[in-house]
């Protein structure tokens, strides 16, 4: 039982120090995070893509909304994690094209630690 406290303090104290953001920007448009002094950008995920209707990025081209880019995560961490200051394009130059025919949107998840 001391163990789980002093694990759920340890947790608890990461994430007292840490900021989350979200964000989500249309296709062509820029992402940009960045952290307060001393912090760096770890991305939880991303993703390329459309999986939403028009709540998001409204658009005629909304042929698929069961589309990503299976790599969106992985490309975001390694262009942004362990940066102040990351600003991703969400294009299909840097996720692909999981949807060609489909109006896409970037989504970020990410952490200041």
Do not use: W
């Not at 299976?70 to 390694?78: F, G, V």
């Amino acid at each position: 039982m001391v163990t789980y406290l002093i694990c759920l303090l340890v947790v608890v104290a990461c994430f007292a120090h840490s900021a989350l953001g979200s964000s989500i920007v249309c296709e062509g448009s820029d992402i940009c995070m960045n952290c307060p002094p001393g912090t760096t950008i770890y991305v939880g995920s991303a993703i390329f893509g459309r999986t939403q209707g028009a709540a998001i990025c409204p658009s005629q081209q909304m042929f698929n909304t069961n589309c990503t880019s299976t790599t969106s995560t992985a490309k975001a961490q390694s262009l942004c994690n362990g940066q102040s200051l990351c600003c991703l394009n969400a294009n299909i130059i840097v996720f692909g094209d999981p949807c060609p025919t489909t109006y896409k949107y970037l989504e970020v998840n990410f952490a200041c630690f």
